[in-house]
């Protein structure tokens, strides 16, 4: 069945449900989640009772239209899903690397630019690392004190939270990488920020980076290990956060 006939059926049906009239819906979530459905954005924007909705979705790709008369509705970034429960280190406690990037490398895909840039930069700058590009993520990733997570296919992806999980400190090279994560994953409080602009603001940044002091960086393994759980789909903590954040959005819950 065309996805465009699915989402033209399911606004045909919340128009006649009387408890999706009830609020206009509300008090309704629609999950849009999956990165195809910024595919089919010219045809989700016709759908008035869709949109509705508040919506969880893929990277906040354009929903409204510019002159939309709809009465604004929450809207939240998606959660990934990391691949794994994350690595354990070689030796319980210790780092053995300062950097890891564990991440495809298309040398002629200008979206994988920056992740062959940083490769090249590591090896330039004689920085400690086991893996950039393609490779085994453990133990490698838990080995490592920093995690990059770098542009590919597209701005966001699953790295950060395997990095997490990996009890290690990610690395954002994009300030709209911050913009994809839910707010109650606060990975500012979690990650550093390295410039990938230029080999120059790049080695700046890493510099920046292993100049923290032993303070700072175990603040941020605390808050990672704080905020572990709301990462981790798995543990149906993050569920939990969605539906309170819509919740108090929506001004049903304090």
Known sequence: VSPHVGFDWVDQALGRSEYFQRSKGAD??????HYLTRNLTPFFMDLENLLLCNRITFHNFPQRRENSQLPPRLEMPHLYLANKDGCKPTTPGQKNADFAMIASLKPHDPNFRDRSNVCNWLKDGNYSYDVCGKGDMCPYLADAKFGFHVRGDDVGAH??????????????????????????????????????????????????????????????????????????VKTGVPFDAYMTHFARGLKLQD
């Open 159 to 232: 790295r950060p939270f395997e990095t997490v999980a990996s009890g290690t400190v990610p690395l954002f090279t994009l300030m709209e990488q911050y913009d994809l994560m839910p707010p109650f994953a606060p990975f500012e409080e979690m990650s550093f920020f390295v410039n990938v602009s230029t080999p120059e603001t790049f080695h700046a940044s890493l510099q920046a980076v292993l100049a923290v002091s032993d303070e700072e960086y175990n603040a941020k393994l605390a808050a990672i290990a704080k905020y572990a759980n709301f990462v981790d």
């Open 28 to 33: 309704h979530i629609l999950v849009l989640s």
